[in-house]
């Protein structure tokens, strides 16, 4: 098993460009899970898809970022219109069970660092 | 609502001596707890998990972590630390209102020296 593949590792935007994050959760997961982590902070809850649904969104800013997971192909974080403040590492997560079932472990990928200059 | 505190920002050891990385929870109910470590560039791995069975829980690479409810908190410990240990700690509770969601606390550095 893979695990959780993220791509790109590191992405460089200039401001006003778009920004495209693509997650491959592993095999069997059907739950995906974004979190952004901004310079020495924790990780912050964005938005958890199933297959071809968003399921809670909370944590999104509600401007210029989307997140999609169809039915075939990676879960996709796209942020339009990039500025200095949207520079951090996002990560993905994936699991076999929605929140709340068998102690809810997410199996975490590698991230992709974002630099808007 | 959930939360955590982790009190240390950074930890220094020296190889080969006790570890103890502090957090509290906050919760109205018995919470799931877990921690996890992120190496430097890679993504993170969950080292431990508490879902109200055995108080004190067992992870992988030696570390483990005790519930206390009375003292609401989750200390992560390992006897003797390895430079490998060297890495970003996360305690993480799991929010168990609406859609259920982890909520990182902020997280603490351990730095172990020769």
């Known amino acids: 098993n893979a695990g959780v593949m993220q791509n790109p590792r590191h992405l460089v935007r200039r401001r006003g460009q778009e920004a495209r994050l693509r997650c491959s959760p592993m095999?069997?997961?059907?739950?995906v899970y974004w979190y952004r982590q901004l310079p020495e902070e924790g990780l912050k809850f964005m938005v958890y898809?199933?297959?071809?649904?968003?399921?809670?969104e909370s944590g999104m800013p509600k401007e210029r970022f989307s997140a999609e997971f169809p039915k075939e192909g990676p879960s996709i974080l796209r942020i339009q219109q990039v500025v200095r403040g949207d520079s951090a590492a996002y990560f993905c997560?994936?699991?076999?069970?929605?929140?709340?079932?068998?102690?809810?472990?997410?199996?975490f990928g590698p991230g992709t660092r974002l630099t808007v200059t | 609502a959930q939360s955590v505190t982790q009190l240390d920002s950074h930890v220094s050891v020296s190889e080969g001596t006790p570890v103890l990385l502090r957090c509290n929870y906050s919760?109205?109910?018995?919470?799931?707890l877990f921690w996890y470590v992120q190496h430097p560039n890679k993504g993170l791995q969950l080292l431990l998990k508490?879902?109200?069975?055995?108080?004190l829980v067992k992870g992988i690479n030696g570390f483990e972590a005790e519930f206390k409810k009375s003292e609401t908190s989750f200390h992560l410990t390992k006897p003797s630390a390895h430079m490998s240990d060297a890495a970003e700690y996360f305690c993480?509770?799991?929010?168990?209102?609406?859609?259920?969601?982890?909520?990182f606390g902020t997280g603490t550095r351990l730095l172990v020296s020769p």
């Open positions: 997560a994936s699991s076999p069970d929605p929140p709340g079932q068998g102690g809810h472990e997410q199996y």
């Open positions: 095999k069997g997961h059907s739950h």
């Open positions: 898809l199933q297959k071809e649904n968003i399921i809670d």
């Open positions: 919760s109205s109910y018995s919470p799931s």
């Open positions: 508490y879902t109200s069975a055995a108080t």
């Open positions: 993480v509770v799991l929010m168990n209102t609406g859609f259920q969601k982890l909520v």
